[in-house]
């Protein structure tokens, strides 16, 4: 079954050029003249993209992602949910923790089969990203609001 | 004039000098590899350390360090997708292909000479005719850049790959993202939707960042496990007669276009990379290579990006405008040691001031041997198996997006960049588009608002501005000629069918 993905892009794109129109009343005059023909031109061009979606006469348009198993398309969003996950508990476990963990599990959930790899790897690209971004180049790193672990 | 370039020859030629450029080279390449640190991160961080030598030394060793910075952006950009610098954002595009086809070698070398041909070349321009090109930058004002920022988005119709509406689509909200923050003219805020960390603007840096590599990290995952368990190859880092005859004129070209784009203050190496990128692609007799693997492409962008760093220095040493952001600290630093950039620092300071511009040349020379090696070095990390690239490519993309300005908020913008950037990738929305619109976007607006206070309601003036006029070619030029071209390919593509039948 495939979807048409510019009809859904579409709709997306109507939703947040909506977003951005319900702020224009909020803003001066003199200040938004510009974003208004930004805005205005976005809408034209979406309603162009519906109309030819719903043609469907770009059959190239159609997304790549459903002619895959849906296995890889699961990966895919398991990966991307992890990530937002680590970006999220790096300011609430800091940022070694949070590292080695993500990097840990990132290994094992790609099938990497050397143990040493899996915990070596981790612990020595932690500690060199904390020494060489936190120490040498003066980046505060997240130390954490939950658990503080730094040096 | 001669023997004042001899005297540079011989002040750049001493050991210290030497050690300096090479050190700065160095340090530069690893600032400008690293994701979130900028050329302007790399100058500013040094200032103050060149305050304990002298004054050439000093600016030679700043010069090393924005010529290595430029370059060493692409170096990441090509083997992980990953734009070290905004200037590098084309190259990723083209470089990044070639390295999915085992050709990250010749990528590489294409890139380091591309670059050195570029900065060497513009620092001729700025030895031999820096007084002459900086009337230029003269001529050039807020009606000049808002044509240029024109020019400069129609390069969307190249980038968009056959589809003209989701470029354009793409190309506008992008602009209006780029609205985002306080107004150029009031300061007031828009588009907050009530959240602080919006008033300053959507940052450039992270949404690169996560645009061009976190996409690449989830295509990676979408082949079978095994595949992602393999190791990429590097291939050789040469490049043939017939490449070297192919990217010739591109990189003459783009050299120019470089140095020209240099002058014109507001717009830096970022914009001059994605203008020559576009341009190649016009005229390629390759067209269908852009995006799969140009090396026209790479050329293009490095020639144009390196040539920029030469051409931002005329109007800073001659005028005392700095071209470019880097070009700016270099301004500060200049005062730092003494020296007041403008038409009497040539006469004043001659000593000084040739060893900088010769010190220029030798920097960009030494750059092809010192990158060289850098990428032969550097290469070995596409060798490890793409497991381990793709966790170390989320490791490097969020901290450089939280060494910005050390905010959680920018590594969110990346993140949320980077899964919009794989789903745009997923329905042919050209994300490169992006890049460009938020590069320009903010330069295009105030350059807007500034004409219209030239002007008042009689904007059609800035038409009697000779520069603002041809600018207004070029961008018409751009915007026709793919639509033209396109057609008159569907017209032979439909003789040659009708023929057949």
Known sequence: MKKNWDFISSIIIFIILGAFSLQLKNIPKEAKGYPTFM?????????????????????ESKTEIIDKPIEYAKRVAIYAISIGLYIFFMEKIGFLLSTFIFMAGSLIYLKMKNKLVIVLLPLITTLAMYFFFGKFLTVMLPHGTWIQIYF | MLSNILIGLVNTFTPINLIFITAGLIVGIIFGALPGFSAVMAVAVFVPVSYWLKPDTALLLLSALYCGAIYGGSIPAILLAIPGTPASAPTSFEGNAMTKKGQAGKALALCTTASAFGGFWSSIALLICAPLLAIVALKVGPPEQVMLAIFGLTVVCSLSFGNMTKGFLVGFISLLIATIGQDPVMGFPRFTFGVFSLTGGVQLTPVLIGIFSLPEVLKMLEEPLDKVLKASKVGKMHITLDEFRRTA???????????????????????????????????????????????????????????CTGGSLIPLLTLGIPGSAPAAVLLGAMFLHGLRPGPTLFTQQTTAVFTILVGFAVINILMLPIGWYF????????????????TVIVILATVGAFSIQSSLFD???????????????????????VALALILGPMLEESISLTQTMFGSNILMMFTRPLTVLFALFALSSLLLPIIKNEMDKKKLKTKAKEAV
């Open chain 2, 249 to 307: 004129f591109t990189a003459i070209k783009s050299t120019i276009i470089g140095i020209i784009i240099g002058i014109i203050p507001a717009a830096g190496p970022d914009v001059a990379a994605f203008l020559s990128y576009g341009e190649a692609k016009k005229v390629s007799k390759h067209p269908e290579e852009f995006g799969h693997g140009s090396i026209e492409g790479i050329v293009a962008s490095e020639a144009a990006n390196n040539g």
């Open chain 1, 39 to 59: 805005i205005v031109c976005s809408f034209i061009l979406a309603v162009v993209l519906l109309f030819s979606s719903l043609k469907n006469n770009n059959k």
């Open chain 2, 411 to 433: 590594v969110i913008t990346m993140y949320t960049a980077g899964i919009i950037g794989y789903f745009m990738t997923k329905n042919d929305f050209p994300v490169t588009s």
């Open chain 2, 375 to 390: 990428c032969k070095v550097s290469g070995k990390i596409i060798e490890l198996p793409n497991s381990i690239l793709a």
